[in-house]
C-alpha cells in the first residue's frame, strides 16, 4: 500500500471512528465487494454472501473505536470476516448435529448458476474440500494480500503464512484438478 | 493443474452480484437500529448452559418439596399408629 492511500485510509477510519457516517458509508463501499469475495470463498454458499457481508460490517462499525491502529484497518476488517464467517460454519455444524432430520440443513448443493463456467465449478468444489481456515488463507492471498499482511490478519508467523500456503494450495490444486478431470 | 486467476476472478464477481442495491445504507441502518449480529457461539452456548442449570434447580426445588411433603405424611401415619397403639395397650 502506497503511503498516500494510507494516509488516506487512516484518515477515513478516524473520521468514521468519530461517528461520521459518511465516512462509514465511504468504508462500506470500498470494501463490500471484497468482503462479499472473501465470505463467498469461505462459505462457498452464494445464499449466505448478503447476510455475512452484512454483519461483518455491522460488526465493523461497533468495533472500530476498539481498532487502536488505523493503519491496520483492512487486516483486522478480514480477521473481523475470518472470524464471522467461522462462526457461521461451526453454527451451521452443529446445527446439522442437533437437527440431523431438518430438511433445510440437509447438504443441499447450490444450484448451478446460469453463467457458472466449468472452471467456476471446479474452484468452487475444490474450496469446498478444505478446511475454513485454509479457504481463509487461500482467498487473503486472492484479496492481494501480502504474507506480513496476513500473518498480522492470523495473528501468526510469517513463517507460518509460508507453510500453511503451501500445503494449502497443493490440496487445492489436487482437488481442482481431480474435479475438472472428471 | 492448478485454478488460474480467472477462476477466482469469476468467484469474486458472483460474490459481488449477491449485493443488492443500496447495501451500505441498509448497514448503516441495521446499525443504528442496534440490530444485533448473530450471536456468538459462547453466548449460545452461555444461554443453553443458564437454560440448563435453570431446568435443574426447579427439578431439585420440586423434588425436595415433594419429598418434604411425602416424609411429613409418612411422620404422621407413623404418629397416627403409635397413638392408635398406645391406646390400645399394646405398647405397655
Known sequence: ??????????????????????????????YQHRVAGFVYAMTNRSDSVEDLAQQVFIKMIRALNSLQAPAQFESWLFRLARNTC????????????????????????????AVDTEELDALRYAISQLRPQDRALLALVQE??????????????????????????????????????? | MKPDNQAWDQLWEKAAAQLRPNFADRVLRAARAGVDAAPS??????????????CFLAVAVFQARNVHEEDKNTIADWQQIASAADDSGLLQ
Not at chain 1, 498516500?4 to 463501499?29: C, F, K, M, P
Not at chain 1, 498480522?152 to 484438478?177: D, G, I, N
Open chain 2, 41 to 54: 457461539m459462547l453466548s449460545q452456548f452461555a444461554l443453553g448452559a443458564a437454560t440448563a442449570a435453570i
Open chain 1, 86 to 113: 467461522i462462526d457461521h460454519l461451526r453454527r451451521q455444524k452443529l446445527r446439522r448435529i442437533f437437527l440431523p432430520f431438518s430438511i433445510e440443513h440437509e447438504d443441499v448443493p447450490e444450484p448451478r448458476g
Open chain 1, 144 to 182: 492481494g494480500r501480502s504474507h506480513a499482511e496476513i500473518a498480522q490478519t492470523l495473528k501468526t508467523s510469517v513463517a507460518a503464512v509460508k507453510a500453511r500456503l503451501h500445503r494449502a494450495r497443493e490440496q487445492l490444486r489436487q482437488h481442482y484438478q481431480s474435479d475438472h478431470e472428471t
Open chain 1, 1 to 30: 500500500m502506497d503511503p498516500s492511500s494510507t494516509t488516506a485510509l487512516v484518515d477515513l477510519v478516524r473520521r468514521a471512528q468519530s461517528g461520521d457516517e459518511s465516512a462509514q458509508r465511504e468504508i462500506i463501499l470500498s
